[in-house]
T-cell receptor, first 114, second 110 residues
């Protein structure tokens, strides 16, 4: 069964903590993406990666970090520098390297700051 | 900077009526346009992808058109059903990324 998995489904963070959200895909896609969705708003791009060991900042990268050590995995760390991290986080992947391929999304992780 | 707008933000129709959802974008230099469905608390499900060279794409009761020169796309859903209730998002691909509209929340009443 090909697809994208994200874990955990729900995550709670205390002030000052770093947390890491997992994203794995078995679609053999080159490109992977992280988006943030806030209530009543569209998705905003945090980071994207077109190839292993390379990634680029999106529109709202401040307070986040990523790594791409394997083609299948693209974890996102929400650092304590992110002042308003409560949101729904979505991971996606696509075959195309320039963003032209169809994007497929995971089920999301809801992060709440306590 | 690419901007994508979806109007209306919310729509309510009786079951059986055809749905017409609009999407507009400011920069016509795009690779493709993608329509998604999102159920509450869930990820996005890809519905249709229209390449920049295409004028329309069809899948079952869904039909999406693309007019790149005017920066518009329309998603038609024929004979709506209560199960079509969801938020529909459009996104345009350009410059290594997708830019999303804010979505249209659809309610189909039985």
């Amino acid at each position: 069964d090909g697809g994208i998995t994200q874990s955990p489904k729900y995550l709670f963070r205390k002030e000052g903590q770093n947390v890491t959200l997992s994203c794995e895909q078995n679609l053999n896609h080159d490109a992977m993406y992280w988006y943030r969705q806030d209530p009543g708003q569209g998705l905003r791009l945090i980071y994207y990666s077109q190839i292993v060991n390379d990634f680029q900042k999106g529109d709202i990268a401040e307070g986040y970090s990523v790594s791409r050590e394997k083609k299948e995995s693209f974890p996102l760390t929400v650092t304590s520098a992110q002042k308003n991290p409560t949101a729904f986080y979505l991971c996606a992947s696509s075959r195309g390297l320039r963003g032209e391929g169809e994007q497929f999304f995971g089920p999301g992780t809801r992060l709440t700051v306590l | 900077k690419q901007e994508v707008t979806q109007i209306p933000a919310a729509l309510s129709v009786p079951e059986g009526e055809n749905l017409v959802l609009n999407c507009s974008f400011t920069d016509s230099a795009i690779y493709n346009l993608q329509w998604f469905r999102q159920d509450p608390g869930k990820g996005l499900t890809s519905l249709l992808l229209i390449q920049s060279s295409q004028r329309e794409q069809t899948s079952g009761r869904l039909n999406a058109s693309l007019d790149k020169s005017s920066g518009r796309s329309t998603l038609y859903i024929a004979a709506s059903q209560p199960g079509d209730s969801a938020t529909y998002l459009c996104a345009v691909a350009a410059g290594n990324k997708l830019t999303f509209g804010g979505g249209t929340r659809v309610l189909v009443k039985p």
